[in-house]
């Protein structure tokens, strides 16, 4: 079993819709969530992080943690044909700023498409 | 800032060949990865340094690997001799502790064909 479970998609869905994205884990030490977005052909770029459980809100992007089930949500509000990309969850056990838990553990990727 | 910066953005070579990926990671950060990105795996760590000493390289799939980093604004990572099964993506990333998120700011990726 992976550390870390995403559904690899492709999801499609209209302009304006909600998109939810999510990612399961099996590692109850993970406390450091983040959500990379991936456009085609480029590097992941980093779009939201959080640290233990709760919501974070950033414009039309809302993460979600839920430590109880080890689960984790990114939804997008009036999603745009932009927002078309690979989004990738990332998960570690510790804060950056411990010595040596440099480690990130990716989700597989999610590739999602915005239809016009 | 250029960002991080790899080269060549794509390489196809034959198997057997030797292949070297390079990157300059972003002045100023003290960390470095090399992550290897296909469809069925996603994205993997293969090893990464900090202040440019290798910390965790377990994650270099085989002795065909190498890594290196030189000095702070240069490291490389060596396939030899390269294989099908090694074609891939391969992006490079760096990071500031001090200060910082501890966002790894990513390169746009070397793709790698071995026929």
């Known amino acids: 079993q992976k550390e870390v479970e995403q559904d690899p998609g492709p999801l499609s869905v209209p302009e304006g819709a909600i998109v939810s994205l999510n990612c399961t884990y099996s590692n109850s030490a993970f406390q450091y969530f983040m959500w990379y977005r991936q456009y085609s052909r480029k590097g992941p770029e980093l779009l939201m992080y959080t640290y233990s459980s709760g919501n974070k809100e950033d414009g039309r992007f809302t993460a979600q943690v839920d430590k109880s089930s080890k689960y984790i949500s990114l939804f997008i509000r009036d999603s745009q044909p932009s927002d078309s990309a690979t989004y990738l969850c990332?998960?570690?056990?510790?804060?950056?700023?411990?010595?040596?838990?440099?480690?990130?553990?990716f989700g597989q990727g999610t590739r999602l498409t915005i239809n016009p | 800032d250029a960002g991080v910066i790899q080269s060549p953005r794509h390489e196809v070579t034959e198997m057997g060949q030797e292949v070297t990926l390079r990157c300059k990671p972003i002045?100023?950060?003290?960390?470095l990865f090399w992550y290897r990105q296909t469809m069925m795996r996603g994205l993997e760590l293969l090893i990464y340094?900090?202040?440019?000493?290798?910390?965790?390289d377990s994650g270099m799939p085989e002795d065909r690997f190498s890594a290196k980093m030189p000095n702070a604004s240069f490291s490389t990572l060596k396939i030899q001799p390269s294989e099908p099964r090694d074609s891939a993506v391969y992006f490079c990333a760096s990071r500031r502790i001090a200060g910082g998120t501890g966002e790894l700011f990513f390169g746009e990726g070397s793709r790698l064909t071995v026929l």
């Open positions: 990332a998960m570690s056990p510790h804060t950056i700023i411990i010595q040596g838990a440099q480690k990130l553990v």
């Open positions: 340094f900090n202040n440019n000493v290798p910390i965790d």
């Open positions: 002045s100023g950060h003290d960390y």
